[in-house]
């Protein structure tokens, strides 16, 4: 009974483990899930956004915003399962409900470093992304196919969001509407206000995102600099954790031994 539990819970987890980011399945929604790195799409190879780009059907969406939490209670579950499996009796209980409490703090905490990783290679890659863009803008392309030349030489996780982009561009979106996803995004929001404010103009769209790039590059040297300072100040704690103790035994304790000598009868 406790093996079958452990494979359906194992099934379910795989079933339900994350085939890719949100950028990710807008492309495949899209129809552009095989562009982002041969170039920019054209609007015969793009179908309608929320179907795929062969025969028109609606794609499911998957993917690590569908069921993040119930994806960590059933990867939890399974450690569980499999202690208690393998201990078996009162022992086990105990130890599989200290395994599955363990594995889903483990899953969010790594979930979370990922999330941070992810977002501060997009920050790091935004600047020379939008340098790029305002070079294809200056030498007389069209948004859409800025922004989707860019996309195919980038390697990172910014790729897949300026390839929706310029997706949404070449279907005939107005820039509001094609930037709508990113307004608030901690990354592209800025972005997403220039490309909103002017519109499909190359020549000031590509001043815009020039002052915009040095602006990104301004921002992340003060956060270099402060996660610099920040590591100082951890670096000098354990030191002065060091120096406590002596400094209890022969400032306060001396102190505290001759007030009292005095006070006390």
Partial sequence: MTTSLL???LAAAVIC???GGDAERRLTRLGLGGQVAAGPATGSAVGSPGRDGADG?????TGPARWPRARRWLLSGVAGAAVLAFLGGPTGLVAALL???ASGWVLARSGTIEDRRRLA????ELPGALDLVGVCLRSGQPVAAALAQVAAILEGPLAADLAVAAAMHGLGADPRSAWTEWSADPVLAPVARCMSRTGSSGAALSRALVVLAEESRAHDAERAEVAARRVG???LAPLGLCFLPAFVCLGVVPTVLGIADVVLP
């Fill in 99 to 101: 395994a599955s409490v």
């Fill in 121 to 124: 290679q997009r920050h790091a």
């Fill in 7 to 9: 494979l359906l819970l």
């Fill in 17 to 19: 483990w994350p085939v």
């Fill in 233 to 235: 100040v951890l670096v």
């Fill in 57 to 61: 059907k609606p794609v499911r969406s």
